[in-house]
């Protein structure tokens, strides 16, 4: 497998899984609606399928961990300027992202213990816990920082290749989900417009993930030379 196609399996790799892990956390976990409940409510729901649950988180920290791999193959797709800052900056999305992620399989496990003990003071502790991480590695790290590197990552590649890797329509709904999906920097705002806009953003992104692997299948399959050996050519014609 050559360099293009692994960089065109990484790009549907991380669509998939994003796609699948969201829909398994909304089934399961109502997930990210149900971070609007009370801190026992979630708790409490985690709780619940507490399996299904941390399983889901890992699958999506899984899909955020691909686009660091993924930024070290489409930069070498171009050495301008732009995509020299996309690598670094693709990485560094990948980072905060996973490390936001983990906090539900690694501590949020001990934080739903205890909210269910019956001292009022081991509950609130969990609570106070929960709530801090929830804060810090969630909403500041994670989502914060995340969906402000992910778009600044799009928007740089957009930039690097251009039109003329796939045509206008590649630059427009790479830009356009980008655009999107830097509107999550406003959720604690709790506007729900918001939310819906950053929902549609990583969508249309998952669209230009796939379309951006089905480019680099068909110009690689467009470069290669013929199967067919000179020798063979000549036999043929004679």
Known sequence: ?????????????????????????????????????????????????????????????????????????????????????????GIAAAAVQVIGLLRWPLLVPGYAADAASADPVVVASAHHAFETAHRLLGTALGETLGYTLTAAWTLLVVVALGRRFAGAWFVALGSVSAGLIATGVLSPLGIEIVDIANFVGYVLWSIWLVAFAIVLVLRDRRARPSDVSPRRQTSVLA
């Open 1 to 89: 497998m050559n360099r293009r196609w692994t960089t065109a399996a990484l790009l549907v790799s991380g669509a998939v899984f994003a796609n699948v892990a969201f829909t398994w956390l909304g089934t399961t976990f109502d997930y990210p609606a149900v971070l609007k409940q009370p801190t026992d409510t979630v708790l409490a729901a985690f709780r619940d399928n507490q399996t299904a649950v941390m399983s889901g988180f890992l699958l999506l920290a899984l899909a955020s961990l691909v686009l660091a791999p993924m930024a070290v193959l489409v930069g070498r797709l171009s050495d301008s300027r732009a995509m020299r800052v996309a690598v670094p900056v």
